[in-house]
Antibody, heavy 120, light 108 residues
């Protein structure tokens, strides 16, 4: 059974970097089938896909246009996890952040979510 | 970007009733549509992918249909544990998935 366990701070100051990690059990970040995603949910409830990393003989990353200049998603094969870094955050980045495994173009396993508040 | 529109925003239903939720895409997405259920304080849970395939462990009372731009999620007989928010997500415009705004199913 695949499980995703998120970790990271719940409070980030404006202009600083948001960093979250998603530890994978029951699957491998290097598997050739799934992709590993970050998605956030605003306080009003809307879901926004941020980006993904995946391995298909080499590593690929794809990012949403809205955050492309500020985001990095990295796999860590030694720890079987992947991470999210979002730079230069503003209060508009306040949201619940989820990691998720994608297979057959659908998110079939989600982390527990991390509420990140951007505030001084 | 493909825009997903869900209707209605809120649906008031009694247990045991049949429920139909709608999702419309701004352009054709073939059958690349997923449905999720989200309860308060929980992550979304995948119900349906490929427009009509139930995910592992999802009860048969949940069914999905549609293709192109019009999609439907049907709950044949609403159970108490089904009161939640339901989201659709297009995955045709890969690699850029987008979600609908959600339909809240509440107790009448």
């Amino acid at each position: 059974q695949v499980q995703l366990q998120q970790s990271g701070p719940g409070l980030v100051k404006p202009s600083q970097t948001l960093s979250l990690t998603c530890a994978i059990s029951g699957d491998s970040v290097s598997s050739n089938d799934p992709a590993w995603n970050w998605i956030r949910q605003s306080p009003s409830g809307g879901l926004e896909w941020l980006g993904r990393t995946y391995y298909r003989s080499k590593w690929y990353n794809e990012y949403a246009v809205s955050v492309r200049s500020r985001i990095t998603i990295n796999p860590d094969t030694s720890k079987n996890q992947f991470s999210l870094q979002l730079n230069s955050v503003t209060p508009e980045d306040t949201a619940v952040y989820y990691c998720a495994r994608e297979m057959s173009r659908a998110m079939n396993c989600w982390g527990q979510g991390t509420l990140v508040t951007v505030s001084s | 970007e493909i825009v997903m529109t869900q209707s209605p925003a809120t649906l008031s239903v009694s247990p045991g009733e049949r429920v139909t939720l709608s999702c419309r895409a701004s352009q054709s997405i073939s059958s690349y549509l997923a449905w999720y259920q989200q309860k308060p304080g929980q992550a979304p849970r995948l119900l349906i992918y490929g427009a009509s395939t139930r995910a592992t462990g999802i009860p048969a009372r949940f069914s999905g249909s549609g293709s192109g731009t019009e999609f439907t999620l049907t709950i044949s007989s609403l159970q108490s544990e089904d009161f939640a928010v339901y989201y659709c997500q297009q995955c045709n415009d890969w690699p850029l998935p987008t979600f609908g705004g959600g339909t809240k199913v509440e107790i009448k």
